[in-house]
C-alpha cells in the first residue's frame, strides 16, 4: 500500500535557528507533494505544492526564502524552516500523491517546537 | 473566510449508533471530497473520498451523502466502535489543481462503550 514517512517526528530548535524535515514515499511515485502545517488548534495550512519537473508553488504568506522545498525524484522531498520562530510552531505534514489518482497520503508529521 | 465548514465541532455517540457529521463548502469550483481521520499525535489517515459526480460513496461502515446543489456533504459512520474515536476532517480541492486541499477544522467524535 502506500505509505508516506516523515522524519524526524519532533523537533525542537532555538529561535532564530533553522531545521530540515524530510518526506519519503513508498510504494508508489509521489509525482506531487504538498507541504501542510497544522497549528496547535487542529488547523491546515497549505504552505506549498511541488510537483516534479514543475516550479514549486507557494500559497500566500508562505516563500521559498522562508520554507524552501526539494523534490529531487519520485519518492522524496525536503523543506527547511529558516529562522524559525514561535510562530512556526506547529505539525508539519507531507501529502503526496501519484499522478494518476486524486487521492493524497500523509505521513505521520514532524512536530516543530521553537524555544 | 473558511472555504470548508464542519459541524458539529465535536459529537458523541454511544457504541453502535450512527455519527453523522456535516460539511459545506463555498467554491464551486471544488470537486474531490476527501475525508480524514486523525489520532492524536498522528498525521490524517485517509478515510473514504468521493468526487461531485456522484451523489454517495460507501466504503464499509463509512458512507458519504453529496448534494452538489447545496455545497454540503456528511460522513455517515454506521455502529460506530470506540475505535472510531478521532478527529475527522473533511477536506476539498478541484481536481484541475489536485494536491492542494482546502480542509475544515475538523469534528472531534467521541464513542462510547
Known amino acids: 500500500g502506500a505509505l508516506v514517512y516523515q522524519y524526524p517526528r519532533r523537533t525542537i530548535c532555538k529561535s532564530g535557528t533553522s531545521m530540515r524535515m524530510e518526506c519519503q514515499a513508498v510504494g508508489f511515485q509521489a509525482t506531487s507533494v504538498a507541504w501542510y502545517r497544522q497549528s496547535p488548534q487542529k488547523t491546515f495550512e497549505l504552505i506549498a505544492l511541488?510537483?516534479?519537473?514543475?516550479?514549486?508553488?507557494?500559497e500566500q504568506n508562505f516563500t521559498q526564502e522562508k520554507f524552501p522545498i526539494s523534490h529531487p525524484n519520485l519518492s522524496f522531498s525536503s523543506m527547511t524552516v529558516l529562522n524559525a520562530y514561535l510562530e512556526d510552531r506547529g505539525l508539519y505534514l507531507c501529502?503526496?500523491?501519484?499522478?494518476?489518482?486524486?487521492?493524497?497520503?500523509f505521513g505521520p508529521g514532524t512536530r516543530l517546537t521553537v524555544l | 473566510q473558511q472555504q470548508v465548514r464542519q459541524s458539529p465541532q465535536s459529537l458523541t455517540v454511544w457504541e453502535g449508533e450512527t455519527a453523522i457529521l456535516n460539511c459545506s463548502y463555498e467554491n464551486s469550483a471544488f470537486d474531490y471530497f476527501p475525508w480524514y481521520q486523525q489520532f492524536p499525535g498522528e498525521g490524517p489517515a485517509l478515510l473514504i473520498s468521493?468526487?461531485?459526480?456522484?451523489d454517495k460513496k460507501e466504503d464499509g461502515r463509512f458512507t458519504i451523502f453529496f448534494n452538489k446543489r447545496e455545497k454540503k456533504l456528511s460522513l455517515h459512520i454506521a455502529d460506530s466502535q470506540p475505535g472510531d474515536s478521532a478527529t475527522y476532517f473533511c477536506a476539498a480541492s478541484g481536481t484541475q489543481v489536485v494536491g492542494q486541499l482546502t480542509f475544515g477544522r475538523g469534528t472531534r467524535l467521541q464513542v462510547y462503550a
Open positions: 501529502g503526496a500523491r501519484t499522478q494518476i489518482s486524486y487521492e493524497q497520503y
Open positions: 511541488s510537483t516534479v519537473n514543475s516550479a514549486i508553488k507557494y
Open positions: 468521493i468526487l461531485s459526480v456522484s
